[in-house]
């Protein structure tokens, strides 16, 4: 299995989890399953559950799905050696972690709790990342042999 589909499966997860977030502050998912407290009840009602207006978790569901969309046309044999979803993806998912960053410095630091499903979020991005780089290097040494 390429990086690139790796990352497609990994993309879709997040965005249904996301979605699932989403679904459930507009009040469309009922409870919040989100094990022994109630973290992410706290978490996604916050000032940081929301950026510049819009919901943390639609923003997520966005952003998985596209890099989804993107990883997954990537891996299409036609596209596998290209550089350009390699760069589209490395713009993405680097993007996404460093907001990453920013949400769980406000969920530890700042706001004192945990969301079991952001921690999810967290652990995806920062995996994608690392394979983004990866991926990074083997379409760089694939492109400098052609």
């Excluded at 919901?55 to 890099?67: F, K």
């Excluded at 036609?78 to 713009?91: G, I, S, Y």
């Excluded at 079991?116 to 979020?121: H, L, R």
């Excluded at 652990?123 to 994608?128: C, D, E, K, L």
Aim: charged fraction near 15%; hydrophobic fraction near 55%.
């Amino acid at each position: 299995m390429s990086l690139r589909k790796i990352i497609a499966v990994l993309a879709l997860l997040n965005a249904l989890v996301a979605t699932y977030l989403h679904l459930w502050k507009i009040g469309l998912a009922g409870s919040l399953a989100c094990g022994g407290g109630h973290g992410c009840e706290y978490i996604q009602g916050s000032q940081y559950g929301w950026f510049l207006g819009v919901d943390v978790a639609l923003i997520g569901a966005v952003g998985y799905g596209v890099v989804c969309l993107v990883a997954t046309i990537g891996a299409l044999a036609q596209f596998e050696d290209e550089v350009w979803p390699a760069r589209l993806l490395q713009l993405l998912i680097f993007s996404a972690f460093l907001f990453t960053l920013r949400l769980k410095y406000a969920e530890f630091i700042i706001l004192k709790g945990f969301c079991p499903w952001c921690a999810i979020s967290a652990v995806s991005i920062t995996v994608m990342t690392v394979l983004m780089v990866l991926e990074g290097k083997r379409v760089g040494r694939v492109s400098r042999e052609s």
